[in-house]
C-alpha cells in the first residue's frame, strides 16, 4: 500500500534544508524509488509575511502538491496570545491552533507526518491523532536542544561521535522515542587537527571568540547536515517498505517487535550520503 505523507514546514528560502527534503522526497517517490505520495504540505505562514515563506510555497506549487496555510502568527494575534517561552508551558492559544490545524488537514488523510523544519511545537492536539517524525541532530541518547546548542555540547564533552535521529513528537519536547538514526565519528582526517587546536579550552572560550564560524563547531555542522536529507529519504523508505510502523508510541519493526533504540540506518546513510562529503559546504 502506498504510504500517504502529511508534509510539515514553516517554510524556507531558495536551497535551504526545508527546500531541499521537499524536494528529495518529491524526486524520490517520481523516479519511483519511493513507494509514497505527499497528501499534502502544510505551513503555519501565508504568503506575504516572510520573503523565505513564499519561496518555499512557490516550491510546494510548482511540485503541484496540494498546499495547505495556517498563519499561527495572525491566529496568535486575533486571539491576544502571548509568544511561546522556552522552558514555559503553551499559552492556552497553542492548542486551539493545533485543533484548527487538525480540521484543516483532516480531508487530506496521512499515513505518516513529517515536521520538517516545522518551528512551533506540537500540542497533545495533534501528537495524540496522529504518528508525526522530527527531525533531530543528535543520535538517541545525545544532546538536547537546538542543532547549534548540540554542537557546543558535543565540542565541550569532547565526544567522539554524534548522529542524526528521527524520533515520535511527544508533548515533552525533544524526548519522544527513536524512529530512525545513524551515526558517524568526530574523529579522523577531518576533525583530528580541529580538536588540537581547541586543545583544553572550554567551548564557551570558542563559542565568544568566533562563535558559528569557529572550524570544529563548522565541521560537525557540515557532517550532520549532510545526513539529514539521506535519514529522512530512508526512513520514509523503511516505513513504505514495512520495516518500520507505529502503535501508539511505539516504533515497531516488520515483525512486530519493538524498536526501543529506533532502527539503525548508519550503513545506509554512509552509502547515500558519501558524495557529497566529497566537496566541502558551509
Not at 504540505?41 to 504568503?47: D, G
Amino acid at each position: 500500500m502506498t504510504l500517504r505523507i502529511g508534509w510539515f514546514s514553516t517554510g524556507g528560502g531558495e536551497g535551504s534544508q526545508r527546500q531541499r527534503l521537499l524536494t528529495a522526497a518529491v524526486q524520490a517517490i517520481r523516479r519511483g524509488d519511493l513507494d509514497a505520495e505527499i497528501a499534502f504540505v502544510f505551513c503555519n505562514r501565508e504568503r506575504g509575511e516572510y520573503p523565505e515563506t513564499d519561496s518555499y510555497l512557490d516550491l510546494v506549487a510548482s511540485f503541484g502538491l496540494t498546499c495547505l496555510t495556517l498563519s499561527s502568527r495572525q491566529f496568535r494575534r486575533e486571539r491576544g496570545g502571548q509568544l511561546s517561552k522556552p522552558d514555559q508551558p503553551l499559552p492556552p492559544w497553542r492548542a486551539e491552533y493545533d485543533r484548527q490545524t487538525a480540521e484543516l488537514v483532516r480531508p487530506h488523510p496521512f499515513d505518516i507526518g513529517v515536521l520538517a523544519g516545522y518551528l512551533l511545537i506540537f500540542t497533545g492536539e495533534m501528537c495524540n491523532r496522529y504518528p508525526l517524525l522530527n527531525l533531530h541532530p543528535a543520535e538517541p541518547g545525545g544532546p538536547v536542544g537546538l542543532w547549534q546548542q548540540v554542537i557546543w555540547q558535543l565540542i565541550d564533552g569532547r565526544a567522539e561521535r554524534s548522529g542524526v535521529m528521527i524520533f515520535l513528537a511527544t508533548e515533552e519536547l525533544d524526548r519522544g522515542p527513536p524512529v530512525a538514526y545513524c551515526t558517524y565519528s568526530l574523529r579522523g582526517p577531518a576533525f583530528d587537527a580541529l580538536w588540537q587546536a581547541l586543545g583544553s579550552r572550554p567551548a564557551a572560550e570558542a563559542q565568544e571568540a568566533e562563535g558559528e564560524g569557529y572550524p570544529l563547531f563548522r565541521e560537525i555542522r557540515r557532517h550532520g547536515a549532510a545526513r539529514e536529507v539521506p535519514l529522512v529519504i530512508a526512513t520514509l523508505h523503511a516505513f513504505a517498505d514495512g520495516r518500520l510502523r507505529i502503535e501508539g508510541q511505539r516504533v515497531l519493526d516488520a515483525a512486530g517487535r519493538e524498536l526501543p533504540g529506533g532502527l539503525d540506518l548508519t550503513a545506509e546513510i554512509d552509502a547515500a550520503m558519501a558524495p557529497l562529503l566529497a566537496h566541502r559546504q558551509d
